[in-house]
Nanobody
Framework: QVQLVESGGGLVQAGGSLRLSCAASGRTSSVNTMGWFRQAPGKEREFVAT????GSSTYYADSVKGRFTISRDTMYLQMNNLTPEDTAVYYC?????????????????WGQGTQVTVSS
C-alpha cells in the first residue's frame, strides 16, 4: 500500500501562484507514475498532469499547459497564473504502472485532496 498526503492548497488571487506537494509513504518503490487531478463543485474529477519515471516524461491537460509544472521531486505541482476556473479540490494519485495515464482508473492510490480557491 501507498499513502498519499497533499499539502499547499489555499486561497490566492487570480494571477497568483501556489505549489502543491504530495508526500508519499509505504511501498513507494512500487510507484512508477504519479499524477494530479482536480474536482470542482458539481463537476467530475478531471486530469491535470502526470509524470512517469520512465524517462521522467510529463503530460498536461490543455487547460493547464504552460501554467502548471509537475515534478518528481517531492511530487509537487507548481501552479502559476491561476484563474478562478482553477478553483477545485486537487488530488494526488499514484500508479504501479508506467505511462501517461489521464483517467481515474489508471491510478491505484489517491490522497484526500487539498482545496485551491482562486478569487477574481
Amino acid at each position: 500500500q501507498v499513502q498519499l498526503v497533499e499539502s499547499g492548497g489555499g486561497l490566492v488571487q487570480a494571477g497568483g501562484s501556489l505549489r502543491l506537494s504530495c508526500a508519499a509513504s509505504g511501498r513507494t518503490s512500487s510507484v512508477n507514475t504519479m499524477g494530479w487531478f482536480r474536482q470542482a463543485p458539481g463537476k467530475e474529477r478531471e486530469f491535470v498532469a502526470t509524470i512517469y519515471w520512465s524517462g521522467s516524461s510529463t503530460y498536461y491537460a490543455d487547460s493547464v499547459k504552460g501554467r502548471f509544472t509537475i515534478s518528481r521531486d517531492t511530487m509537487y505541482l507548481q501552479m502559476n497564473n491561476l484563474t478562478p476556473e482553477d478553483t477545485a479540490v486537487y488530488y494526488c494519485a499514484a500508479s504501479r504502472r508506467s505511462g501517461a495515464y489521464t483517467i481515474y482508473g489508471g491510478y491505484d492510490y489517491w490522497g484526500q485532496g487539498t482545496q485551491v480557491t482562486v478569487s477574481s
